[in-house]
């Protein structure tokens, strides 16, 4: 099944629940799914749709460090919460190991050698890991490993 399926079944089963937090937090990324869908002008698959439920997360730890200043507790746990409803449908991710041996070989295959043939490996690298680790934690253990 698909995951944009999964997250209209989910959609139903919390609605049967009457569950809000889990309705509001879904229904924000099946909006945001439709959006980009409108955009393209055509349907997405399970890898652009993983990409928008790690842009959704995102911006809730944004907020939760936003709300954290504000000393908005609330906020915060509604942000986290939503953050645990939302990797629900994330693809299984990488470790940190996993990443590192991933970016290893993709190193190796382009033959980078310094922080200048960046561009180059994220190139390679990010296909191999779409879905499965946010775009920042690759680049961050891009540029360990071409600095280090």
Do not use: C, W, Y
């Not at 990010?126 to 775009?135: D, E, T």
Request: proline content about 3%; aromatic content about 0%.
């Amino acid at each position: 099944m698909n995951i944009r399926k999964s997250l209209e079944n989910a959609l139903h089963d919390a609605m049967r629940q009457k569950d809000t937090l889990t309705m509001n937090a879904i229904r924000s990324v099946i909006a945001a799914i439709k959006l980009a869908e409108v955009e393209t002008g055509s349907p997405l698959d399970d890898v652009a749709v993983s990409g928008i439920i790690q842009k959704e997360i995102k911006s809730r730890r944004e907020s939760i460090a936003d709300a954290e200043k504000a000393g908005r507790s609330d906020l915060v746990n509604l942000a986290k919460q939503d953050i645990a409803v939302l990797e629900q449908f994330l693809p299984q991710q990488l470790s940190e190991t996993e990443l590192e041996e991933l970016t290893r070989q993709t190193i190796q295959e382009v033959g980078a050698t310094s922080i200048s043939d960046m561009g180059k490996v994220m190139k390679a690298l990010l296909p191999k890991v779409q879905g499965r680790s946010p775009g920042d934690k690759v680049s961050q253990m891009v540029k360990r490993l071409l600095t280090g």
